[in-house]
């Protein structure tokens, strides 16, 4: 795929450092996104998913990662975002050999702390998780040979989940002994590539590392690696309702995705993560 040429749809967090190894294979890479940034390698094409007028010259590309995210500073909802903005391009991009869309794993809704894989119900409790299903299933419809990598919670440099509250030693909200699901961001970038190689068209990956971990032991993990006090974990408030997030309880199953796409984890558990992340991040400020 050396010659190929490549298109990154929402060129973030995550789409920057799948960019970075495109870019080190020799391929041309574009990057469809509001505002251009200086740490991408790739070629920005100016548009937004929301304005169709800017979407019309959308160049032909052999793949295609589509890995929008939701910027609540945008002005405009989710489901406007996800949905109709990928109605929108799908209206004007040229037919790609693969198409690889990033999901969440929002979209699984259990409660009982079991283990969930691809073909396990989806009915989502959070109105996110709603929306992000209804995209899965609008791309399905018109675009049926797509790939769909259902992300876990993406960490890495320059983004510890709840890094500035357990540093400033704040409560948390929330029942420690539910479970995260997470990925870092190098070993999602790596999977990107592994499903544009060994992806089978149409199929559904999960993408998370080999060790769901309880809330508590990660963010003691966290807290302990920043010299910061040892998190608590409180109950809403009397009388509030109980956020949706708090009511799921899952862990998500890896297994068809290391099988399927051949993907091999730099970073099978949070705690070599949590590391490796925290040095990044020392080394930059130095």
Known sequence: MANSNTMIIGCGYLG??????????????????RRPSSESRATPLVCD???PSSLRNLPAVDTVLYAIG?????GASMRAVYVDGLANVLAHLPAPKRFIYISSSSVYGQTDGGWVDETSQTVPMEESGRIVLDAERAL??????????????????????RRASIEKGEPIV????????LIHVEDGAAAILAAEANGEPGATYNVCDDHPVRRRYFYATLARRLGAPEPVFMAPPP???????ELTHRRINN?????????????PD???GLQVALQCNLQSAI
Not at 70 to 74: A, E, G, Y
Not at 174 to 181: M, Q
Not at 239 to 245: A, E, F, L, T, V
């Open 49 to 51: 998913v929301l304005d």
């Open 270 to 272: 949070y705690d070599q």
């Open 70 to 74: 939701f910027d609540r500073t945008s």
């Open 140 to 161: 399905r419809a018109r675009l049926p040979e797509a790939i769909v990598l259902r992300f876990a919670g993406i960490y890495g440099p320059g983004r510890l989940l």
């Open 174 to 181: 929330g029942d420690a002994d539910r479970w995260l699901n």
């Open 16 to 33: 920057r450092r799948v960019a970075t190894l495109w870019h080190a294979q020799g391929r041309q890479v574009f990057a469809v996104t």
């Open 255 to 267: 297994r068809r995705m290391k099988a399927g796409l051949h993907v091999r984890l730099r970073y």
């Open 239 to 245: 009388g509030q309702p109980i956020p949706p997030h």
